[in-house]
């Protein structure tokens, strides 16, 4: 979903889009769904395309599709920018910007957040780490579905910021699971913990949301969904 919605909004904002996932399902959904996207296979929607955007489980699966785009000689020749929303690895983007930069594509790591909801509205925040020169241009399009979106230095720099971003998050939910432990330890009634952090300062906000999440997930709620 997080990734159709993205998809959808980049062609609800006027840019033909050739959408292609490795389950037809997926692509043929959001074609059936939104304007201006249509289902292609892979091959066909990098001939006809100028900007490819990408978001794979890694960056090691990424740098396999670069390499395989790349084996063959002239298929990229229309294509300006690659940028990457796959929450990535900084040291294989670079490699991947290495790599695109001899068939004279600008690469950008795109690391995002905000989930699906913020994916649906367009107010996503977009970590951005590529070329200062052509930016604008990017975030032309990024602003199809990213409300905030910063450009951090050169390539990587996006996806560090998105992994220390994950990590401090994670350390959060650490955090507030275990304070849970304890207020149950003392008999208290975990539910009720929540609403005495709606006063908090902005930076706690975090605290609360992760306790709330927490609770929705145990309640059989949606969670992180």
């Known amino acids: ?59 090691y699966l990424v740098r396999e599709v670069v390499n395989k785009l790349t084996s063959e000689k002239g298929l990229l020749q229309t294509i300006k920018f690659w940028i990457d929303t796959t ?40 970590m951005l780490g590529g070329e200062g020169e052509f930016v604008d241009q990017i975030k032309n399009i990024l602003s199809s579905f990213a409300k905030n979106i910063v450009h951090l230095g050169p390539s990587g720099a996006g996806h560090a910021v998105k992994a220390v971003n994950n990590s401090l998050l994670a350390a959060n939910i650490c955090a507030v699971s275990e304070s849970m432990v304890v207020l149950k330890k003392y008999g208290l009634n975990i539910e009720d913990a929540p609403v005495s952090y709606t006063h908090l300062r902005a ?23």
């Not at 490699?95 to 649906?120: H, M, N, Q, R, W």
């Not at 930076?203 to 969904?225: C, D, I, P």
């Open 1 to 59: 979903m997080f990734i159709r919605d993205r998809c959808g909004r980049i062609g609800l904002a006027g840019f033909p889009t050739f959408a292609y996932d490795l389950n037809p399902d997926a692509s043929k959904n959001a074609a059936e769904q939104f304007k201006n996207v249509v289902q292609s296979d892979l091959m066909d929607a990098v001939t006809q395309s100028e900007v490819i955007l990408s978001c794979l489980p890694n960056s």
């Open 87 to 126: 929450s990535g690895h900084p040291g294989e983007s670079q490699k991947i910007a290495e790599i695109l930069k001899l068939e004279t594509v600008e690469f950008y790591d795109c690391a995002v957040s905000g989930g699906p909801a913020g994916a649906s509205k367009g107010i996503l925040t977009a």
């Open 203 to 225: 930076h706690e906000t975090a605290s609360y949301l992760v306790f709330r999440l927490q609770l929705g997930k145990k309640q059989g709620g949606g969670g992180w969904g």
